[in-house]
Nanobody
Framework: QVQFVESGGGLVQPGGSLRLSCAVSGFTVNYYGLGWFRQAPGKELEGVSYINLMDDSTAYADSVKGRFTIFTNNAKNTVYLQMNSLKPGDSALYYC?????????????????RGQGTQVTVSS
């Protein structure tokens, strides 16, 4: 059974930092992409970032470029999202996702599995 263990969310002041982590397990087939999506109340699901595990290429939403960094551990079974210079607009439920094919975009249709989410709230 595929499992995601997400952690690292919380309440932080504007300008602060958080690091999200997501440990994945239970896959019986290879997965080739890991990433993060987010959803704020009343808003659509938004792709934040992904990493292609074949070549370690990464992509970011324009809204987080230069502030967020995605990376994995050597075993590529844990994905992290380092979030710096956080803004109130970054507040959302952040989901870890996995793709069984190499991801080409942040279209949610490319991702086959999703975790339960971890809440990030940026507020003074």
């Amino acid at each position: 059974q595929v499992q995601f263990v997400e952690s690292g969310g919380g309440l932080v002041q504007p300008g602060g930092s958080l690091r999200l982590s997501c440990a994945v397990s239970g896959f019986t087939v290879n997965y080739y992409g890991l990433g993060w999506f987010r959803q704020a109340p009343g808003k659509e699901l938004e792709g934040v970032s992904y990493i292609n595990l074949m070549d370690d290429s990464t992509a970011y939403a324009d809204s987080v470029k230069g502030r967020f960094t995605i990376f994995t551990n050597n075993a590529k079974n844990t994905v992290y999202l380092q979030m710096n210079s956080l803004k109130p607009g970054d507040s959302a439920l952040y989901y870890c996702v996995a793709a069984l094919d190499q991801p080409m975009s942040m279209n949610p249709m490319e991702y086959d599995y999703r975790g339960q989410g971890t809440q990030v709230t940026v507020s003074s």
